[in-house]
């Protein structure tokens, strides 16, 4: 399967996000907790349950010995989410001080989670958080840089509001750009939208807008579920219809989405198009008006 890394220029809801997609996969499925400013799921969702000894800060110190020890160390530090175990959690720092320590763990987690993905099937969701810039570069200790240079798939977190889209302008070039310098392409980035009813009623900007907005395509939506949302960030008990919610249910078809683009877009690296000849190109392009004229 794949390694989808979420993030957003504000924060509008990239754990929770994460979350349903990780509960709604029909496959087994993981959610690497990666934000540096820290993970909310241990202390929210979880309601303590996870101790500080368990997580991702404890993989930078099995790195420091080996990327085989950290290896070794990945299962050991998994919760599961649900009894069978076919979802799990890697919970992130209780600390962002802590986030300092992982500058060299990132590429080596990211290893272990593409084999998670491609050896064993997991669908794999990574939570980068908020994404920060210095000069135009990503922050190298305030993003999870590498996870996302080496993601199948980037997904912005955009809420179809005009606040959100705003904030999200600033940072689509400059993603872009770092994924096309450094990272797996600028094909790979996409959105995920947030739709949820302005509080006069409305709507809000709808999925064709705001690809046509940030020049992005949309490749999943998710409606905004006060309840359910509530429920994920801190935990308790499932609010009434929990398991038919509709934020499951859409949550289900986004993940089913996201893999076939993630699947499509490894085997287009694999077995890219021929180059077309430039006279077979100028032919062709003589052709499509004739093409678009025989539809009409």
């Not at 020890?69 to 069978?84: I, N, Q, R, T």
């Not at 076919?86 to 990211?110: E, F, I, M, V, Y």
């Not at 499951?248 to 694999?270: C, G, P």
Request: glycine content about 10%; overall charge neutral; proline content about 6%.
């Amino acid at each position: 399967m794949a390694v989808i890394a979420l993030a957003s220029a504000a924060s509008c809801g990239v754990t929770s996000s994460a979350l349903a997609l990780t509960l709604a996969s029909p496959r087994p499925s993981l959610l690497a907790e990666c934000d540096p400013k820290g993970g909310t799921l241990r202390a929210g969702f979880l309601q303590g349950q996870i101790t500080a000894g368990v997580g991702l800060y404890h993989l930078a110190a099995a790195e420091r010995v080996s990327s085989e020890a950290m290896a070794g160390a990945f299962a050991s530090h998994l919760w599961p989410l649900d009894e069978p175990g076919h979802r799990k959690l890697l919970a992130g720092l209780t600390d962002p001080a802590q986030a300092a320590a992982l500058g060299r763990t990132w590429s080596a987690l990211s290893d272990v989670l593409h084999v998670l993905a491609q050896e064993a099937g997991h669908d794999v969701y990574v939570d980068a958080g908020r994404l920060s810039f210095t000069s135009s570069l990503l922050h190298q200790t305030l993003t999870p840089a590498a996870l996302i240079h080496q993601a199948d798939l980037v997904v912005l977190v955009v809420r179809n509001t005009e606040p959100s889209l705003s904030l999200t302008r600033h940072v689509i070039d400059p993603l872009r750009a770092e994924l096309d310098e450094h990272g797996c392409g600028s094909a790979a980035l996409g959105l995920l939208v947030i739709e949820r009813e302005t509080s006069r009623g409305g709507r809000g900007y709808t999925t064709h807008q705001i690809a046509d907005a940030l020049k992005t395509p949309v490749l999943a939506a998710l409606p905004w579920d006060a309840p359910v949302a509530d429920y994920f960030t801190e935990g308790g008990t499932p609010p009434r219809g929990y398991g038919r919610c509709d934020l499951l249910r859409y949550a289900r078809t986004a993940a089913e989405h996201l893999a076939v683009v993630a699947q499509r877009r490894r085997v287009q690296q694999q077995f890219p198009a021929p180059a077309v000849h430039g006279q077979l190109a100028g032919l062709l392009q003589r052709l499509s008006p004739q093409r678009g004229a025989a539809r009409g």
